[in-house]
């Protein structure tokens, strides 16, 4: 009896509390009333929670945009910004902007990885153990590795194209990407260009990283949660739902990381020019090291796959873009020093990275104690506010038919486009490996356009599709195009 008045009582105290925090949240004193919003947003985080779930959120938000203004309430205590005069403060100036909490459900193996630490302090120690791999000049000397990995996707693509059946140019690409981050920061080719994947093969195997890197994209779907919500549905979608196919695939690259790492460490390579030597000899223990190894393979494989497989898309779905980068190309010699020089070649890359959307979603950060104004709007501290790269990549007042793939858009770029353009995020907790996978692009679309490689091909479908999480997820993870008979 005793037990039963006890759960009365707590369930009816827990209810009153939520009925007492709903009309706070809904009423003219919570402190950030007066930015404009729906209903249910500003009653639950769960608004945001949901879409994210469904694969809608940056749609949803941009509705938001649209019938509110460039500010909005995105849920009780967070707000999303349309407008790229909020970049400089929330992420690059050093104003204490951190990254929200959730961010950690991005860990891996139980470490806070460079992108997940919510810190600067200690993300900085580990971002300034490795910073030179990423430097021009590193990236200069590597360049016969980058080449090497890029001489193996042509022959690949040659060997596709042949076989008349469609090619998933998404898992060429991740391919590349994985060979292209392992063989010139681990010392090691993981081996995705040498794997019989998609139109290679009559089961049109995929790459055997891809089942980590899909697993790793679908995490996007759930992140909103608290770290103990998110842990716990992480664990009981395993149970439920157990997919062997990316447990085999996270084995598998889990074997990789280990070898890289368990090698140096057994070789004594501290101090060789790896990723792995570099954060080795920097005093970070080995299991922290493999977890750091495996969200560079990550990251590395998924944004530079995705946004290399667009700009093959959109060049072959443009045949007129094509001609022109090869007009372009053919004036300037394979070995042309500055090649992210050459105009259109720049406008073509940047209009991909605008377009590609690897990392479309929200960009949370909190708002450091003092509180902020921005244009009149004050936000007080503890408040999450973004800025979302769909709404500001997709601006038509900055990028007129923001849909289309324009490159000559970018030969006379405005303050506004550059400002906005924001594919590797801002600031000191941008992608560190930006240098490397923009160098890749440079180097991978000139050769795969002097190769013609691309000559006779076609698209599958009309546009990419994604599902808006926070690395986006393309449907049915197939960017495909199919040659005329060879």
């Known amino acids: 009896m005793i037990l039963l008045q006890a759960a009365y009582t707590t369930t009816l105290l827990t209810l009153l509390y939520l009925v007492i925090r709903s009309i706070y949240r809904l009423s003219p004193a919570h402190s950030l009333s007066r930015i404009p919003g729906p209903f249910l947003p500003r009653l639950s985080s769960l608004w945001l929670v949901y879409h994210a779930w469904i694969g809608d959120e940056c749609t ?9 203004g460039p500010i909005v ?15 400089q403060t929330t992420y690059v100036d050093r104003s204490g902007f951190r990254k929200a909490s959730f961010y950690r459900n991005f860990d891996i193996d139980g470490h806070a990885s460079i992108f997940s630490e919510l810190d600067n302090a200690p993300r900085a120690a580990r971002a300034k153990a490795v910073a030179a791999l990423f430097s021009t000049a590193d990236l200069r000397q590597g360049q016969g590795v980058i080449d090497s990995c890029i001489t193996q996707w042509i022959d690949r693509i040659r060997a596709a194209a042949r076989s008349g059946r469609p090619v998933n140019v998404l898992d060429l690409a991740r391919s590349l990407a994985v060979d292209v981050v392992s063989s010139y920061l681990f010392g090691k080719q993981y081996g995705g260009l040498t794997q019989p994947n998609d139109a290679q093969s009559e089961g049109h195997e995929e790459l055997s990283a891809s089942g980590m890197v899909n697993s790793f994209v679908a995490v996007g779907r759930y992140w909103y949660l608290p770290t103990w919500a998110f842990n716990w549905l992480a664990w009981a979608e395993s149970k439920l739902y157990p997919d062997w196919k990316v447990f085999e695939s996270i084995g598998v690259v889990d074997a990789f990381v280990e070898e890289v790492v368990d090698t ?13 030597g570099k954060l080795l ?60 020089s050459l105009p259109y070649l720049r406008g073509v890359i940047r209009e991909g990275l605008r377009i590609s959307m690897a990392n479309p979603s929200r960009l949370p950060r909190v708002v450091p104690r003092g509180g902020w104004t921005f244009k009149g709007t004050y936000f007080p501290d503890g408040t999450e506010v973004s800025c979302t790269p769909f709404e500001l990549h997709f601006n038509p007042t900055t990028f007129p038919d923001p849909h289309e793939f324009r490159p000559e858009r970018w030969l006379n770029p405005t303050d506004e486009m550059s400002r906005d353009a924001i594919p590797w995020g801002l600031g000191l907790r941008q992608c560190i490996a930006r240098n490397l996978a923009t160098w890749e692009l440079y180097a991978a679309v000139p050769a795969a356009v ?25 449907m049915d993870e197939k960017i495909e195009l199919v040659w005329a008979s060879l």
Request: proline share 3%.
């Open 60 to 68: 949803a938000v941009h509705k938001l945009h649209q019938k509110y």
């Open 73 to 87: 309430r995105t849920g009780p205590s967070s707000v999303d910004i349309a407008d790229g005069e909020a970049l």
């Open 264 to 276: 140096t460490v057994s070789e004594k390579q501290q101090g060789k020019a790896t990723y792995q």
């Open 281 to 340: 000899d920097a005093g970070f223990n080995v299991s922290e090291v493999k977890a750091q190894c495996k969200d560079l393979m990550f990251a590395g494989t998924d944004s530079t796959g995705m946004n290399l497989a667009t700009i093959l898309f959109m060049l072959a779905k443009h045949p007129e873009t094509y001609t022109r980068l090869c007009s372009e190309l053919k004036t300037h010699p394979p070995d042309t020093t500055d090649i992210q």
């Open 450 to 474: 002097r190769a013609d490689v691309l000559n006779g091909a076609t698209c599958c479908h009309d546009k990419i599709e994604i599902l808006e999480w926070f690395n986006s997820k393309v």
